[in-house]
Nanobody, 115 residues
Framework: QVQLVESGGGLVQPGGSLRLSCAASGMLFNLYGMGWYRQVPGKERELVAK???????NYADSAKGRFTISRDNAKKTVYLQMNSLKPEDTAIYYC?????????WGQGTQVTVSS
């Protein structure tokens, strides 16, 4: 059974940093593309960043220059380093694993950017 468990969310002041982690189990992690998405109430879930099985990355325009996605295949974990956080980054952040027709989601972790 595939499980994705996010951690690292919390309350941070504008300009601060957070590092999100997503630990995977029950899957061949190194074969999956991994991504971070976020969602606020009343809006659709949107892509923040993704990384392919071979390490190629892609970022939403809002994340470019501030966020960095990385993966550690030995630890079966994907990370999202978020710097220079803004109030508009406030959302629930979800981890996603995708390969061919398979897609799995974590339960989400809340990130709140506020003074």
């Amino acid at each position: 059974q595939v499980q994705l468990v996010e951690s690292g969310g919390g309350l941070v002041q504008p300009g601060g940093s957070l590092r999100l982690s997503c630990a995977a189990s029950g899957m061949l992690f190194n074969l999956y593309g991994m991504g971070w998405y976020r969602q606020v109430p009343g809006k659709e879930r949107e892509l923040v960043a993704k990384i392919t099985s071979i390490g190629n990355t892609n970022y939403a325009d809002s994340a470019k220059g501030r966020f960095t996605i990385s993966r550690d295949n030995a630890k079966k974990t994907v990370y999202l380093q978020m710097n220079s956080l803004k109030p508009e980054d406030t959302a629930i952040y979800y981890c996603n694993a995708a390969r061919e027709f398979r897609s799995f989601w974590g339960q989400g972790t809340q990130v709140t950017v506020s003074s």
